[in-house]
């Protein structure tokens, strides 16, 4: 029982120095993040990053997911297709708006021959309209005039034409009396004879009816008649044309609907080629391919590059092309030391990376807002603030070098009493 008591009480030990070492470890841990301790005298010592002066953003150019993207940190050129988004969507709106442009098409078609086939009706209408006028007009001209010696005497011949043809006639329809009486002919052929005697004694008591109208004149009567039918003529020829503007007018504003609303189903379907053409968007030039981060929540607000298959919306922004040519060099300033700094001062550059290499620059850049060290540190770990403030600054080089790649650590020297 003793030793039972013995290991548990070691075991007890052995856990509680592990349990501290991890929190000591983990104080260590946070006091090494680089909030650049720094020893104030003749010079300022710092660490930085090396990062490109120059860049390009890389914009989605539509709203989609990202089924193509470059390599973080490839080399690419300009005209290079380096991003490009789903556009299945925009492929079926493509296809339904195409059918509704056709549509719209084919109706915008039907109503301009409808409007010709109606211009084309109505006028016909008023031709019959002004024909039928033209004729009332005539013929109460030819009534109401008194009428001369050669229409007396054009009467005179229609009516005497009229008498012999009804003495004809009789003589016909007497010969087949006969002929019927020996029943030679049917009664019906008999009646036909008959029929014309009694349309030519019609005939021929019109025409002298019409020479005695002609020559005794018009009753008021007979002008009031003559006078309505050219006014109802008029009315008709003037309401064919009202109705004919009337529908016209009514088949162009059709037609002007038809025809806006196939702009609108056009103007749709080009804007979605256009955006099949956006999905794809091109280095804007010559660099390195850089990928934007941003925070996960679902891994705990872990930073990460954007990936295939996230989502995007016209005009954001999803990578740089940063020029490797143009480098300086961020780096923060704790707040101690701030006040000791100037835009202007030259700094004295080391690159562990370079050994051999030496650079020199000037503080181009000290920022006026300062923040948390775990906040504005890009070395610095997730965790709570740690109520240490920095502020940002840069470095222009005096000099480039081809060797520098973005993302380099710099060691830097700032002379106080240069």
């Avoid at 052929?189 to 030519?200: A, E, F, P």
């Avoid at 006014?231 to 059709?254: G, Y």
């Avoid at 840069?394 to 000099?399: F, N, P």
């Amino acid at each position: 029982m003793k030793k039972k008591y013995f290991y548990i009480i070691v075991m007890i030990f052995i856990f509680t120095l592990f349990f501290f070492k991890g929190i000591f470890d983990s104080e260590e841990k946070d006091n090494s993040i680089p909030t650049q301790k720094t020893s104030v005298g003749a010079y300022i010592h710092l660490r930085g990053v090396f990062s490109s002066s120059e860049f390009n953003p890389v914009k989605a150019n539509i709203h989609g997911r990202i089924v193509e993207l470059a390599e973080h940190a490839e080399v690419v050129k300009k005209g290079d297709s380096v991003l490009r988004l789903n556009t299945e969507n925009i492929a079926e709106v493509i296809e339904r708006n195409s059918l509704d442009y056709m549509k719209a098409q084919i109706e915008e078609e039907i109503l301009k021959a409808k409007y010709d086939f109606t211009e084309f009706k109505e006028k016909k209408q008023i031709e019959v309209f002004k024909a039928e006028l033209k004729h009332a007009e005539t013929e109460r001209i030819i009534e109401l005039s008194k009428p001369d010696s050669e229409e007396i005497e054009l009467l005179d011949i229609d009516i005497k034409n009229a008498e012999y043809d009804l003495s004809e006639a009789q003589d016909k329809c007497q010969r087949k009396k006969k002929l019927f009486d020996m029943d030679f002919i049917s009664k019906t052929v008999l009646k036909s004879y008959k029929n014309k005697v009694y349309n030519s004694k019609i005939y021929l008591a019109e025409l002298k009816i019409k020479k005695t109208i002609r020559m005794q004149g018009l009753d008021e009567e007979r002008k009031i008649e003559l006078q309505k039918t050219v006014e109802k003529a008029q009315n008709l020829v003037n309401t064919s044309k009202n109705r004919m503007k009337r529908r016209l007018e009514m088949v162009k504003k059709q037609i002007v609907t038809a025809s806006m609303r196939m702009k609108e189903k056009k103007f749709h379907l080009d804007y979605n080629k256009k955006e099949i053409k956006n999905a794809v968007s091109k280095a804007p030039s010559n660099g390195i391919f850089k990928i934007r981060s941003y925070k996960s929540w679902r891994t705990g607000g872990k930073t990460r590059l954007l990936q295939l298959g996230e989502e995007k919306w016209a005009h954001d922004i999803v990578a740089d092309i940063i020029n490797p040519n143009k480098m300086e060099i961020e780096f923060v300033v704790n707040q101690a030391d701030l006040h000791y700094l100037r835009k202007g001062m030259k700094a004295e550059i080391k690159i562990p990376a370079l050994p051999t290499v030496e650079m020199n620059g000037k503080i181009t850049h000290l920022g006026g807002i300062g923040k948390d060290r775990q906040k504005i540190d890009p070395t610095a770990g997730a965790g709570k603030d740690s109520n240490v403030i920095v502020y940002n600054a840069q470095i222009e080089l005096q000099k480039t070098n081809p060797a520098l790649k973005p993302g380099m650590s710099a060691e830097i020297t700032i002379p106080l009493n240069p």
